[in-house]
């Protein structure tokens, strides 16, 4: 069974500042998957990694795979009080069909 | 299609009691998760359908617990005799996938259980 954690647990920052969220395994996921929910609803998917290394971006999200497919990053750029939310990652392996959820990052954004 | 719809969003019931939540997927996915969220923590899988057969239960599901995707559309997720341990928000998620393509989720909004 793999084991996600991801770092830091919790996050308050100023709005307009940067910030950078991480996820780490020692298993090798086939792909990572980041989702952000928010209170009393369930996750929604933010993107989906596969490549070794690969970057993606969306808006101002920045997601990247680890070379060895073990670790991802989130960074945020100029964050925003609506970016507030509980960042999940999740991976799968190349053999389950479900993906194994991290504990998240709890991210504040104070106006 | 309004995504993934689960009913009721919240349950109060006593020790003991049995309860039932219904989860109806998007139309078009053939596969529906259910999973288990206790507060601080990331979702916890506790099985997965493709279609109407349960492929897999997480070895964390005791046996009060038991799912069923009778027709390969809506799933139900039945706790008999619940504990206060089961408090927790019970999310369901669909997607399509095939062999071991498996493309993301799309989560409902929950069923929150409070076991008193």
């Known amino acids: 069974t793999q084991l996600l954690e991801q770092s830091p647990q919790f996050l308050s920052i100023q709005e307009g500042e940067n910030l950078t969220v991480y996820c780490n395994s020692s298993s090798v996921f086939s792909s990572l998957q980041w989702y952000r929910q928010e209170p009393g609803e369930g996750p929604v998917l933010l993107v989906t990694v596969v490549t070794g290394g690969e970057v993606k971006k969306l808006k101002r999200l920045t997601f990247q795979f680890g070379d060895a497919r073990k670790d991802s990053s989130l960074h945020i750029t100029a964050a925003q009080p609506g970016d507030t939310g509980l960042y999940l990652c999740?991976?799968?392996?190349?053999?389950?069909?479900?993906?194994?959820f991290g504990p998240g990052t709890r991210l504040s954004v104070l106006p | 299609d309004t995504g993934v719809s689960q009913d009721p969003r919240h349950k109060i019931t006593k020790r003991g009691q049995n309860v039932t939540f219904r989860c109806d997927p998007i139309s078009e996915h053939n596969r529906l998760y259910w999973y288990r969220q206790t507060l601080g923590q990331g979702p916890e899988f506790l099985t997965y359908?493709?279609?109407?057969?349960?492929l897999e239960k997480s070895r964390l599901l005791s046996d009060r617990f038991s799912a069923e995707r009778p027709k390969g559309s809506f799933s139900t997720l039945e706790i008999q005799r619940t504990e206060q341990g089961d408090s927790a928000m019970y999310l369901c998620?669909?997607?399509w996938g095939a062999g071991t393509d498996n493309y993301g989720y799309t989560f409902g909004s929950g069923t929150r259980l409070t076991v008193v």
């Open positions: 998620a669909s997607s």
């Open positions: 359908f493709q279609n109407e057969a349960q």
């Open positions: 999740a991976g799968r392996d190349n053999y389950g069909q479900n993906f194994v």
